[in-house]
Every structure is written in C-alpha cells, then in structure tokens.
C-alpha cells in the first residue's frame, strides 16, 4: 500500500502565507520567508496532517508560476538549504512533501527565452517554445509570436514534446528529488503537458523512487486519460469540487450523489483512482465565501473525510476565512496569515476542532480510506451512503436542511447498532437489513456498524 492510501493533505502557497512581495526584482537580497512555516507544524501535527504540498518555491517573476530559475529558491523565500532543512523538519514529523512543479511554462526571464529574445532563429533554444513564428506584430512588442499558457504570453509555453526540453526538466526533477528529498509532486496544468513527456516523467521518477507520488492540476475531461499506470498516480478532482459546494448551495444532494456514483459506485469510472480531493485551493473562491449558508461549512467538510479519494485542507480554511477570486488578483485566496492570530481571531474557532474530529476518525477506519461506496438514501437535502470493506462499514449521513429529519434507509448490514464515531452517542439500530433514525438541523454522522451488546 502506497503512504498516499492514508495521506491527509494540507495546501499551503509559500509566497502569500509567507508575505512575500508581489513581484521578484532579481536583485534584492534573499529572505528567508520560508522559516516562517515551521510556526505551522505543530498545528499541521496537531490537525492530523500527514503530507503536505508547498505551492511553487522556485525563482519567479511574480505569482510563483512564472519560473525564472528551476534550480533557484526563490529569493523571496530563501535558498536551497533553506528548503532542505523545512523538508527535513517536515519529514521529523512524518509528514510527507509535495512540491508544486510548474513544467509547462515559463517566464520571458528564463534564460532559454532570453537568449531567443536576443539571438531570434539563430538561438539553439528556438524549438525549445511552442508556436514560434517569425512574424512581427507581437503585443509583447518581439519581433516573433509565440504560444503563452491560456493566452497569458507573460507564461511562455514550454515544448514538452521535444526532447531536448524532456531531457532539461528531467534533470531538473533528478536534482530536486536527490537535494531536497521530496516525496512528489503536484504537476501543474498537467492537461497541458504532452503525453509522452509525462510518461516519461513517470518511467524516470519512479525508477528512482516507487513511492513518488505524481498528481496532475485536470480541471476537465476524462481523468483516465493521466491518472493511469502508465502517467500520473492521481489528478485534481474538479468534477467533486463542484458537486460538494454547488449540492448544498442549491439544496441540491442529487448532485453530489450522482458524481460520487459515477466515480465510484461498483461500475464507477474512477473506483480504481485514488483522486486527489479539496474544498478550495489557491485558484478558486475559499469555501468559506463559496457556500451560501455558513451552516454547511462544518458539512461540506464531513463530506470531504468520507467520500473515496485523497482529502485535502488549504491552508487557513479550517478556520473559515473567506476570500474570492477578483478579475484582478488573487489576493484574497493566497494571504499572508498569522498563526497565533488564527487561533485567537478566526473567523469559526470552533472549526479546526471539527476538522481535526473527522482527520482523526478518518485515519483510524480501514472503510473511509479505502472502501467502496454505495448510495442508500438520497433526497434534496438529506444524503445517506456507506463505505465498505470486507472487515469493516461506515456509513454516512448528513442532513443539509434547516429542520430536523427522520431518516429511513435499506442497508445490506446484519442486525446490530450504528455507533457514532464522532461524538460517541446512541447510535441508530439495524433490524432485517433496514436503518430508522432522526437527525438534527444541519447536522453529519459517520456510523460505525457494530454487533448488539449482549445483555
């Protein structure tokens, strides 16, 4: 079994929980920002974090994606050592590392770019670039035109299908994974990337380490197509991330329902993945301003530790800060937080308790890890599924409405009781394979099937 099966993710984004500035001058002397995170371990540990992904630390231009030097710390956050010795103390604590690689990309400060900025066709990194044309009119004001990632041209699109390029990222990779001992990466905008490059990314990285752990950034389309033996361990799960929020804005659990059913029921497309799971991340409003009522927060959560997949945290949003995506800036989504502030100021202290409640829980259920799903009771606002192994079940139910609910389901359990794994109550009974219970207003559960007390 790959430490991935009982990984539970915390996304952090360096240069914003760090307060770096906004832009890199290439000039000012190096800061070393990154010690800040070490204040944020034991609230990682504490938590019950188990791995962790760092947002892009390499020498960029401005937001982290727009790579100047691969083989640089960014100056705003520090140096190598500076790295090395954060995923030292991280792995101290068992927590495992994941590094945002940003391989489809560049800046127009790359050096491969500057060198065809001042040599044209002549330059032995022509090819290096996709669409390069010699054509004038460039609104970046070159002599040539070129292709930019989603027509961003300050994002230069590398050429992954050549492989004089492969051959740099590879090494590139070779020299992160021996120096700073990371444990994967989150490829971002993977469905960009060529193929056969990722293929060979896979063959080279797991030649060197099996247990390195490849996810790919795939907002749309047939997740089979990378996350297969061949290419990526995992990618993005978009499709739930939209369900989760959007079921419960809507009132709306058919929704999520279908999704989960979908993916993972016995015919699922996805029942052999293990999909990388989140709320919100750093490119999309924080779930905290997504959900319409502020009572299904602590739901939205219950459902991420129970469904199938890889469940992920961004960093303070177990305190419910808000932010939203601006046509401008992403300010509000990557900012510079303070962990004692956190803690005495957050917006729902009582959160990260409840997150913490469900980590736990989710760690010690072979079902919630692993397990099948099955949906056995689905309405508009109420939602009842259970995860199954052949030792153990759980069973899901979560009740979204604003009035309490009696709840009756089928279930293919023997006589016995569902215990509350969260709060310890009275659980609800099984009797000739049929479930009666009551659930409060905008309430979760996760019961656990056990045999009747002897009396």
Same mark, same amino acid.
């Given at each position: 079994?790959?430490?991935?099966d ?5 996304h952090?984004?360096p ?8 832009e ?16 944020w ?8 974090v188990?791995?962790?992904? #760092? ?16 083989l640089?710390? !960014?100056?705003r956050?520090?140096t ?18 994941? *590094?945002?690689a ?35 009119g460039?609104?970046?004001?070159? =002599?040539?035109?070129?292709e ?9 699109k ?5 492989q ?16 700073y ?16 490059f ?10 060197r ?10 907002v ?5 197509h ?16 939209k369900g ?20 993972y ?31 299904h ?6 459902? #991420?530790f129970?469904?199938?997949?890889i469940?992920?945290v961004?960093?303070?949003? $177990?305190?419910?800060y808000?932010?939203?995506k601006? =046509? ?15 803690i005495?100021?957050a917006?729902?202290p ?10 736990r829980?989710?760690?010690t259920?072979?079902?919630?890890r692993?397990?099948s799903?099955?949906? *056995? ?12 192994? $052949?030792?153990?079940?759980?069973v ?5 409405? !604003? ?6 389901? !089928?279930?293919?359990l ?8 969260? $709060?310890g ?5 099984v ?25």
């Amino acid at each position: 079994m790959s430490w991935v099966d009982n990984a539970i993710f915390y996304h952090i984004y360096p240069l914003g929980l760090c307060g770096a500035p906004s832009e890199n001058d290439q000039q000012s002397p190096v800061v070393h920002r990154l010690e800040k995170i070490y204040s944020w371990l034991d609230h990682l540990e504490w938590l019950g974090v188990n791995a962790v992904i #760092l947002g892009p630390v390499f020498e960029a231009r401005t937001h982290g994606y727009d790579t100047i030097d691969y083989l640089k710390v !960014d100056r705003r956050l520090g140096t190598g050592d500076t790295l090395h010795e954060l995923v030292e103390a991280m792995h101290a604590k068992g927590i495992r590392v994941v *590094l945002d690689a940003v391989l489809n990309h560049v800046s127009r400060d790359f050096f491969a770019f500057k060198e065809v900025l001042e040599r044209l066709e002549s330059s032995g990194y022509w090819h290096w670039f996709n669409g390069m044309k010699m054509e004038p009119g460039s609104v970046m004001g070159d =002599p040539f035109v070129y292709e930019g990632w989603n027509g961003h041209l300050e994002l230069v699109k590398l050429n992954t299908g050549l492989q004089d390029v492969r051959n740099y990222l590879l090494a590139v990779t070779g020299k992160w994974m021996d120096h700073y001992g990371i444990d994967g990466f989150r490829l971002d905008a993977a469905d960009c990337l060529d193929p056969g490059f990722m293929k060979q990314l896979a063959e080279y990285c797991r030649s060197r380490r099996e247990d390195f752990w490849l996810m790919g950034e795939v907002v749309f389309g047939d997740y089979n197509h990378w996350a297969n033996k061949e290419m990526l361990d995992s990618v993005t799960n978009y499709e739930i991330y939209k369900g989760l929020y959007s079921s419960l804005n809507d009132g709306n659990l058919f929704e999520i329902a279908h999704s989960l059913k979908r993916q993972y029921s016995s015919e699922g497309i996805y029942r052999d993945l293990r999909l990388y799971n989140f709320v919100d991340n750093h490119d999309v409003d924080r779930i905290a301003s997504q959900l319409k009522n502020p009572h299904h927060l602590p739901l939205v959560y219950g459902l #991420l530790f129970s469904i199938p997949g890889i469940p992920s945290v961004y960093y303070g949003s $177990e305190w419910g800060y808000p932010g939203r995506k601006l =046509p401008e800036s992403d300010t509000q989504l990557r900012p510079d937080l303070d962990l004692d502030a956190c803690i005495r100021q957050a917006p729902r202290p009582a959160l990260p308790d409840w997150v913490r409640t469900l980590v736990r829980v989710r760690r010690t259920n072979a079902a919630l890890r692993n397990g099948s799903c099955r949906m *056995l009771l689905v309405q508009s606002e109420q939602l009842v599924f259970s995860r199954n192994t $052949e030792s153990e079940t759980a069973v899901v139910v979560l009740n979204a409405s !604003d009035k309490s609910s009696k709840m009756a389901f !089928d279930c293919e359990l023997a006589d016995g009781e569902l215990v509350d794994m969260l $709060e310890g109550k009275d659980g609800w009974l099984v009797r000739g394979g049929q479930v009666e219970g009551e659930l409060p207003a905008y309430s979760f559960k996760l019961l656990q099937w056990q045999a009747l007390k002897q009396q």
